[in-house]
């Protein structure tokens, strides 16, 4: 069973930063992506960003020109820098990986943005 841990997450300031890793467990086979979900109260969860075995990625447009995914294959891996921060950027972070046979979620971390 393959287990995603989420870090990074925490309280900061309007226009602050913060780094989120993802790590998965062990090495997945035949992924197709990689991705950041995030969920406020209330609200559906939504895709943040995403990044394909090609390398390519996609973004919300809410976070365009603020948020980077990247991943390090060799350390099972999958980040998301978080630049400009807006309070509405609160929520909770998920990240997932897609591969040929399965989903997998992690437990989320927390974000919060303050004003």
């Known amino acids: 069973q393959v287990q995603l841990v989420e870090s990074g997450g925490g309280l900061v300031q309007t226009g602050g930063a913060l780094r989120l890793s993802c790590v998965a467990s062990r090495s997945i086979g035949s992924i197709i992506a990689m991705a950041w979900h995030r969920q406020c109260p209330g609200k559906q969860r939504e895709l943040v960003a995403r990044i394909f075995s090609t390398s390519a990625t996609n973004y919300a447009d809410s976070v365009k020109g603020r948020f980077t995914i990247s991943r390090d294959n060799a350390k099972n891996t999958v980040y998301l820098q978080m630049n400009e921060l807006e309070p509405e950027d609160t929520a909770v972070y998920y990240c997932?990986?897609?591969?040929?046979?399965?989903?997998?979620w992690g437990q989320g971390t927390q974000v919060t943005v303050s004003s």
């Open positions: 997932s990986v897609i591969s040929s046979s399965n989903v997998y």
